[in-house]
Nanobody, 119 residues
Framework: QVQLVESGGGLVQPGGSLRLSCAAS????????LGWYRQAPGKQRELVAV???????NYADSVKGRFTISRDNAKNTVYLQMNSLKPEDTAIYYC?????????????WGQGTQVTVAS
């Protein structure tokens, strides 16, 4: 069974930091692209950051310079370091693992972890 489990969310003040973790099992972790998505109340899900199997990264414009995605293949874990947090970062954050199979994309998702940025 494939399982992605997020942790590290919580309540933080504006300007503060959090580090999210996503531990994966049931997949060959090193060959998957990984991503963090978020969904705020009343808004669509959006991509926050991605990291490819080779280590290249990409970020949403709204988080560039503040968030850093990284992966530790030995621990089957992907991280999202979030600094200088803003109230608009409040959302449920979801971990995603993806690989291409026969011309299509196979996706796995975690259950999400709540991040609330408020004073």
């Amino acid at each position: 069974q494939v399982q992605l489990v997020e942790s590290g969310g919580g309540l933080v003040q504006p300007g503060g930091s959090l580090r999210l973790s996503c531990a994966a099992s049931g997949i060959i972790f090193s060959i998957y692209g990984l991503g963090w998505y978020r969904q705020a109340p009343g808004k669509q899900r959006e991509l926050v950051a991605v990291i490819a199997s080779g280590g290249s990264t990409n970020y949403a414009d709204s988080v560039k310079g503040r968030f850093t995605i990284s992966r530790d293949n030995a621990k089957n874990t992907v991280y999202l370091q979030m600094n200088s947090l803003k109230p608009e970062d409040t959302a449920i954050y979801y971990c995603n693992a993806k690989r291409k199979v026969g011309g299509a994309w196979l996706d796995y998702w975690g259950q999400g972890t709540q991040v609330t940025v408020a004073s």
